[in-house]
Structure formats: C-alpha cells, structure tokens
C-alpha cells in the first residue's frame, strides 16, 4: 500500500472506529449508569425496616423498606445512588429510630424487588409516588434525602411537593455535565438519554436544603455539587468533607448533620454555624446561612 493511499484511509479508518465508539456508548449507556439494576431480591427478611409495596401511576410496583417514626416527628424519604440497594441502609434507619424518626427508601423501577426498567422518567415518577405514599404514613412532615445519582431524584421530586426540607448529598449539576467532562471526546448532549437536569429543576426547590459533599470526590466533582448550590435559592447551607470522597461520605460524621438538620427542621430552630476542624477525615467547611437549618 502507498503512503498516499495509506494517508487517505487513515482518517476513514479513524472516523469508523470512533463511531463504533459512540454506537457502544449510546446502546450501552443504561447499563452503565444504572449499575444497580437487576432481579434479584431483596432479601426475607430485610436488614431492616418492614417491606412495603408502593403502585406507581403508570403500573409499576416499587419495593421498599420503611420504618415507622412518631407522630410528632418527621420522617425521612431516601433516594439511594446508582448502585446502591435499600437494604444497605439499616445504620441510617437505626440512627434515625433513636431520634423517633421514620425512614422510607425505595428501590426504583428495575432494581431489586421492583418491576420495570430504569430510565430518568421512570424514577422521577418513583419519587413522587413514594412521597404521595409516604404523606399518607407521616403526618409530620417529609425531609427529602438524595444520594448522588438520587439527588436529581429528590430535586424534581421536592419541587413537585411539599418536602420539610431537602438533604442533597454528593448532588450534581447535571448528569448531563457530569458526562460531558468525563467523556469530552463524545457529544453527550446529543447521546444521553437520562441527563437528570437538576440545575433546571432547583430554582423549584425552595425548602431549607443541605448540600453534603466530599471534596475528594471523584465521580461527582465538587465543582459540580457547587454549581447547584450557587443556583439553589435561600435557604440553603454547604458542608464540605476536606478527607471524603464519593463512597465514603456516608458515614457517622455524616449522619450526624442529617441528624442536625432534620431536627432543626422538626424543632424550628436556628443552626449553629460549622467551624472548620482540626484536620484529617474530621475536617469540613460550611457554606451558607448559619440562621436557616
């Protein structure tokens, strides 16, 4: 083969393998951001909480895990991140009943116990069913909980009801945004199916929000979790974890904020302000209004 043949076959041969990469993207990008999906159960019985079945307006039947507070206090609702499972969560829920707080968290369309398949409509629709169920059982309000890919969950789902108030942990701009700067050799505006816009769902959310996020994060960006809370209105606050990253936020530490803000909610009462740590994992900031919870 000549040079000159050679040259003019490159760019083809370029050009084909980069759109083999696009058609796999685009065929496979389900599987990829719904790593949590699949049938299997949940297992009998749960790791904790009572097992409730929650019928969505469009037919299907979402599985979850509640515990009942008291009647006087607020109960949470938990909208768990892309690989996760309801069943994870028995240090929260049993953090929670010490406070006599309730816990409600469902697995979404398609992931275990659940029917259906995954996609962004299906889970936004998740999550107003399960806070339409769920403010039938407590009558003292619901503080929406988020979790990474949940936190656009918890978004549309606090802007289309009345939430108490709104925990975000590990949130995003966008899926969307998050795509575009991991994979900036591909056109994802044009490739995504689910690009869970919460920065054009925020502006909606007017309860007392909590942003969590760990500055080491290197699936969400901090940057990304920044750029919502700067398009979030009043009233709102920021706690940084300076040693945590994606998956080792939730922990004791954390719990204890969720803890703070909900019964600050509960109580109406200001917050006092986080001082910076002394260090290591304990280290955090704050951004925000000391005198909204």
């Known amino acids: 083969m000549s040079a000159t043949r050679y040259l003019l076959i490159l760019p083809l041969m370029a050009g084909i393998a980069y759109m083999a990469i696009v058609a796999v993207v685009y065929f496979s990008q389900r599987s990829m951001l719904y790593p949590g999906a699949g049938a299997a159960a949940l297992p009998e019985p749960a790791s904790w909480g009572e097992t409730v079945h929650i019928r969505t307006p469009d037919g299907e039947l979402l599985q979850a895990l509640y515990t009942k507070g008291d009647s006087d206090r607020p109960c949470v609702l938990l909208f768990f991140g892309n690989g996760d499972r309801v069943d994870n969560y028995a240090f929260l829920a049993q953090a ?3 406070r006599r707080i309730g ?3 469902i697995s979404y369309r398609g992931y275990p116990g659940s029917t259906g398949s995954p996609g962004e409509q299906g889970l936004l629709t998740d999550g107003i069913a399960a806070f339409d169920w769920l403010s039938a059982q407590a009558k003292s309000g ?9 936190t656009g969950v918890a978004v549309n789902t606090a802007g289309q009801r009345p939430a108490a108030g709104v925990i975000l942990v590990s949130p995003y701009l966008s899926v969307l945004s998050v795509a575009q700067t991991r994979y900036p050799f591909l056109p994802a505006e044009l490739l995504l199916k689910d690009p869970f816009r919460s920065d054009l769902r925020i502006g909606k959310v007017k ?4 942003f969590i996020h760990g500055r080491l994060d290197d699936s969400i960006p901090l940057s990304s979790g920044k750029a919502l809370y700067d398009l979030a209105p009043e009233p709102k606050r920021m706690v940084i974890y300076d040693g945590a ?3 080792d936020i ?3 530490r954390m719990v204890g904020d ?3 803000f909900v019964e600050a909610l509960k109580e109406n ?3 006092d302000a986080v001082t910076d740590g002394t260090g290591g994992d304990d280290q955090r900031s704050e951004t925000g209004s000391a005198s909204n919870p």
């Open 96 to 98: 929670l009943s010490v």
């Open 103 to 105: 816990l409600l968290a």
């Open 142 to 150: 619901i503080v929406v909980l988020g979790r990474s890919l949940g």
């Open 207 to 210: 309860q007392p929000k909590l």
């Open 245 to 247: 990253g994606h998956n």
């Open 250 to 252: 939730f922990n004791d």
């Open 258 to 260: 969720v803890l703070g």
């Open 269 to 271: 009462r200001p917050r």
